[in-house]
C-alpha cells in the first residue's frame, strides 16, 4: 500500500509578527533614512512616447527627436559603479561608465511617475551635470532583498549606461 503524502501548509504565522503596521513603521524608517541621511539625488526625464517622432521603418527615434515630459527629481541610494575618489574626497567621474540606483516604490507613487528603459537620468557630481541612459528599470521587485519580510516589494534597482557629451539631447 503507497504511503499518503504530507500535505504541505503554507507558513502564515508571518502576520501574527510582523503585521501591515510593523511594515508602515519600517517604511517610514526607510524613507527617512532615504531623504535625510543619504540625501542624493538624480533628476528623471521621461521619454514622450507619444510626441516623439520615430522612423516608420524600424520604430526607432534620434536622441535629437526625442520629447520629454517635465523632470522629475528623485531621492535615490545611488552606486557610482567603477568611479573613483581623489585626494579632496572629490567623485572623479573621468572614466565613468555606469550607474545603478536604488529608488523606493513609495517616492514613484508619491511623484506619479514610473521609471521605463530608454528614459534618461542625469546626476550632478559637483563639477558637472552627468547624464545616463536607463537600460534596465527591474519593474519586477519581489527579490528576497527588495521585499520587507518577503511581503512586500519596497525598491526598484535601476541600471544605467553614461551618454557620451558629444550626444545632443533636447529636454526642452
Known amino acids: 500500500m503507497a504511503k499518503k503524502k504530507k500535505k504541505i501548509l503554507p507558513i502564515e504565522r508571518i502576520p501574527d509578527f510582523y503585521d501591515d503596521n510593523s511594515m508602515e513603521t519600517d517604511m517610514f524608517f526607510i524613507e527617512q533614512y532615504y531623504s535625510n541621511d543619504i540625501n542624493m539625488e538624480v533628476t528623471l526625464y521621461r521619454v514622450n512616447i507619444i510626441t ?64 521605463t528603459r530608454g528614459d534618461y537620468v542625469s546626476y550632478y557630481d559637483g563639477n558637472a551635470e552627468r547624464f545616463f541612459e536607463i537600460t534596465q528599470s527591474n519593474e519586477m521587485n519581489t527579490s528576497h532583498e527588495q521585499t520587507l519580510v518577503f511581503r512586500k516589494g519596497y525598491y526598484r534597482h535601476i541600471t544605467c549606461s553614461y551618454i557620451k557629451d558629444d550626444v545632443i539631447l533636447n529636454f526642452d
Do not use: Q, R, W
Open 52 to 115: 516623439t517622432e520615430v522612423d516608420d521603418l524600424y520604430g526607432e527615434a534620434l536622441p535629437t527627436d526625442k520629447k520629454f515630459l517635465p523632470p522629475v527629481n528623485l531621492t535615490v541610494m545611488l552606486n557610482l559603479g567603477n568611479a573613483t575618489t581623489n585626494n579632496k574626497s572629490e567623485i572623479n567621474l573621468e572614466s565613468f561608465e555606469n550607474m545603478e540606483f536604488d529608488v523606493l516604490v513609495s517616492e514613484l507613487s508619491n511623484k506619479n511617475c514610473d521609471i
